[in-house]
């Protein structure tokens, strides 16, 4: 029984130390890839039909750029970009349509807030 227990203990340890490794050659592929990455944004900021600003998310960008971003939602600059951009003119009618008061939150400050929620939730 002891044997058993010593095995399966053992092949657990190999099991911990294989996933371990794999996760570590992911997040190098992932650093190799963000440094090859180019830093400007996909769409200019003229393509959309909102140029609202968006003060939260710049100045979290403004910190560190890309790196802060990444830390804080998973998502590069222009991955979240690349989000923007394609769910942009949904969220911006949803956020500013109707009576009454506004938040003061933009709705692109809003994608950020959600991709930051769903990183700390995943965590």
């Given at each position: 029984?002891?044997?058993?227990?010593?095995?399966?203990?053992?092949?657990?340890?190999?099991?911990?130390?294989?996933?371990?490794?794999?996760?570590?050659?992911?997040?190098?592929n992932?650093?190799?890839?963000?440094?090859?990455?180019?830093?400007?944004?996909?769409?200019?900021?003229?393509?959309?039909?909102?140029?609202?600003a968006?003060?939260?998310?710049?100045?979290?960008?403004?910190?560190?750029?890309?790196?802060?971003?990444?830390?804080?939602?998973?998502?590069?600059?222009?991955?979240?970009?690349?989000?923007?951009?394609?769910?942009?003119?949904?969220?911006?009618?949803?956020?500013?349509?109707?009576?009454?008061?506004?938040?003061?939150?933009?709705?692109k400050?809003?994608?950020?807030?959600v991709?930051?929620?769903?990183?700390?939730?995943?965590?």
């Open positions: 029984m002891s044997q058993e227990i010593t095995q399966s203990s053992t092949s657990s340890a190999a099991k911990v130390t294989h996933a371990l490794k794999v996760l570590g050659e992911i997040q190098e992932r650093g190799e890839e963000m440094a090859n990455t180019p830093k400007e944004a996909f769409h200019e900021e003229s393509d959309l039909e909102n140029n609202s968006a003060p939260l998310f710049d100045r979290f960008y403004d910190i560190r750029g890309s790196k802060t971003l990444l830390q804080m939602t998973k998502f590069n600059y222009c991955e979240i970009d690349h989000l923007w951009h394609c769910c942009h003119i949904v969220l911006t009618k949803k956020f500013t349509l109707g009576q009454g008061k506004n938040t003061g939150v933009s709705p400050d809003i994608l950020f807030i991709l930051c929620v769903v990183k700390a939730e995943i965590n």
